[in-house]
């Protein structure tokens, strides 16, 4: 188990903060294939993985974590939650700002 620190808590909002608006801003760049692809696999997380049980990763999610840069959060089951549910509203507001 890692210990945490009031430091180390202090800083992980920020580091959620920069992770979802690094995300953001790549899908302002992304194309629609990409954007649909990024869907599938933050639904995939959402549907599969249990953030309270993150010491057995399987392998599509530890790749779907590394990928989005989610690392950083995986030991806060409610900072994972609440940074992968802003990044796939984010996705999903980008799809239908497209889709119009």
Do not use: G, W
Not at 75 to 92: A, S
């Amino acid at each position: 188990m890692i210990k945490q620190t009031n430091l180390d808590t202090q800083d992980r909002p920020n580091r959620s903060y920069e992770i979802v608006e690094n995300f953001t801003n790549e899908l302002s760049k992304a194309s629609q294939t990409k954007l649909n692809l990024c869907l599938k696999k933050l639904n995939y997380l959402c549907l599969e993985f249990d953030p309270y049980q993150c010491e057995h990763l399987r392998v599509e999610e530890e790749n779907i974590i590394k990928e989005f840069e989610l690392m950083d959060t995986i030991h806060n089951p409610f900072e994972f939650t609440k940074t992968i549910l802003q990044m796939l509203d984010n996705v999903e507001t980008e799809l239908k700002k497209r889709s119009h």
